[in-house]
């Protein structure tokens, strides 16, 4: 008897846990199409899996304009590297560096067609 009320209560858990596990997760993707998730993931989608950033993306993270050096990119990265490795956070220092990555890319290719 004891087993039978306990099995049904472990039925009766499952299935209420069940049903608002389904209903937040609706609620979520509304808010998500409400919000813009949905289509900013859709966007990060198309530019690719590894997220890169674009040229004037990478120009904003660093802060230099398109007439700017070489050596001017390299002097403003390494002073936001420094700036968020001693007290900011990681995520910003990785921007940083993606923005320099790409900018090199941008770099590289101009110097070649040139």
């Not at 700036?83 to 900011?88: H, I, K, M, T, V």
């Amino acid at each position: 008897m004891a087993a039978r009320i306990l099995a049904s209560v472990i039925v009766m858990g499952s299935t209420i846990i069940g049903r608002a596990c389904a209903q937040a997760y609706r609620q979520a993707l509304a808010n998500a199409s409400r919000s813009g998730v949905a289509h900013e993931a859709a966007q990060n989608l198309k530019r690719g899996s590894r997220g890169m950033l674009s040229e004037l993306e990478a120009r904003e993270i660093l802060g230099v304009t398109e007439k700017s050096s070489w050596e001017e990119v390299l002097k403003k990265y390494d002073i936001l590297f420094e700036r968020n490795a001693q007290n900011g956070s990681f995520y910003l220092q990785s921007k940083v560096h993606r923005a320099k990555e790409c900018l090199e890319t941008a770099y590289q290719n101009t110097k070649t067609s040139a």
